[in-house]
């Protein structure tokens, strides 16, 4: 295996496990088209794939899956031998089986609770997978198989995530059910107190009162200028006796 093919894996198994809690062992639905190509170009997926992925695979596919496999007859008659030795996850086409694609779209549906990887050569399908966010796309090429790189959908989703635009249902609950265990959730219909802060002295009453001027106030200078007056008038009086007198002399 090449190093730069599996550098390319762990960084994008790295994303899927930070961004979208995918955990060992990885659940991969595989279809007839990809045991068929993996057949031709004989890949042992149960030995390879785990390798590939950097840890433990759980190989799975649906009993539509299989259906389809036996309806097309010999040509694909290896593809259905290896197809059976996985393990069968029920879907909910029991008693009406429909196509492979069909089955394993609705397998994801409701943002992929149980983190299923698509191993697929179906490009029709594939298109389709990669419309919706978190969901790991594998496919064989050149005698390789390759795990896609993350889809426009969840890279876009990611990025919602981290600016705190879209936080998923079960997070959502999460946080409630947190809150609610630490006590942090109030009860329907209690108020907030409002905390009294202590206040120091009103400042208006700190300012300096000012003195009222009084009627009685302004008196005292109004009988001092009548003194002066009085005085000035009685000097006038004296100077004018003593001329009249020195006249008369």
């Not at 635009?165 to 947190?178: A, G, N, W, Y």
Request: proline fraction near 5%; include cysteine; charged fraction near 30%.
């Amino acid at each position: 295996m090449g190093v730069t093919r599996q550098k390319h894996a762990k960084k994008i198994m790295g994303f899927y496990k930070h961004n979208f809690q995918f955990r060992e062992p990885f659940q991969v639905l595989l279809d007839g088209t990809f045991c068929q190509a993996a057949l031709r170009n004989k890949i042992q997926i149960r030995e390879q794939l785990p390798g590939y992925l950097d840890g433990a695979a759980q190989l799975c596919t649906t009993r539509c899956v299989i259906k389809e496999l036996e309806s097309l007859g010999k040509a694909l008659y290896g593809a259905k031998l290896i197809a059976q030795t996985f393990q069968v996850r029920n879907c909910s086409h029991h008693k009406n089986p429909v196509s492979g694609s069909t089955c394993l779209l609705s397998m994801i549906e409701d943002g992929n609770p149980h983190h299923y990887f698509i191993a697929t050569q179906d490009q029709e399908l594939s298109n389709k997978v990669k419309r919706k966010p978190g969901i790991p796309l594998l496919f064989i090429i050149q005698n390789t198989m390759v795990l896609d790189k993350p889809s426009p959908k969840s890279l876009a989703f990611v990025q919602k995530l981290q600016t705190n635009q879209l936080v998923p249902e079960h997070q959502k609950q999460s946080i409630v059910e947190l809150k609610e265990k630490e006590g942090l959730v109030k009860q329907e219909g209690e108020k907030r107190r409002k905390r009294k802060r202590a206040g120091g002295p009103n400042p208006l009453s700190c300012l300096k009162k000012k003195k009222k001027k009084t009627q009685e106030g302004q008196e005292p200078s109004a009988e001092k200028k009548k003194r002066r007056k009085r005085k000035r008038n009685r000097v006038k009086a004296e100077v004018m006796q003593s001329v009249q007198k020195n006249e008369g002399e």
